[in-house]
């Protein structure tokens, strides 16, 4: 099942870019992009690349909630989609 592959790396992809936009508009204290839809993203296979854009761009690493359910969710995540190849 490479689909799971590639839905993992394209949401992964689009989650890294929203956790760099996010930070580009915290520091210009601009309108965020709302905790829901981050999560949102995560849950539909982004939380690797916002895990990674996380630690990059220093973005949500104060929040318990991201700080510690981005990582458990990538790998929950990670683990099923090698479950199901």
Same mark, same amino acid.
Do not use: C
């Given at each position: 099942?490479?689909? #799971?592959?590639? %839905? %993992?790396?394209?949401?992964?992809?689009? /989650?890294?870019?929203?956790?760099?936009?996010?930070?580009?508009?915290?520091?210009?204290?601009? #309108?965020?992009?709302?905790?829901? *839809?981050? #999560?949102?993203?995560?849950?539909?296979? /982004?939380?690797?690349?916002? #895990?990674?854009?996380?630690? %990059?761009?220093?973005?949500?690493?104060?929040?318990? *909630?991201?700080?510690?359910?981005?990582?458990?969710?990538?790998?929950?995540?990670?683990?099923?989609?090698?479950?199901?190849?």
């Amino acid at each position: 099942m490479k689909l #799971w592959y590639i %839905v %993992v790396l394209v949401m992964s992809s689009v /989650g890294f870019i929203i956790m760099g936009i996010d930070k580009g508009k915290a520091r210009k204290q601009k #309108w965020r992009i709302p905790e829901n *839809t981050l #999560w949102i993203i995560a849950l539909l296979g /982004g939380a690797p690349g916002m #895990w990674l854009g996380m630690a %990059v761009f220093r973005h949500k690493t104060k929040h318990k *909630t991201f700080k510690f359910g981005l990582p458990i969710l990538s790998l929950l995540l990670l683990g099923i989609v090698f479950y199901l190849s």
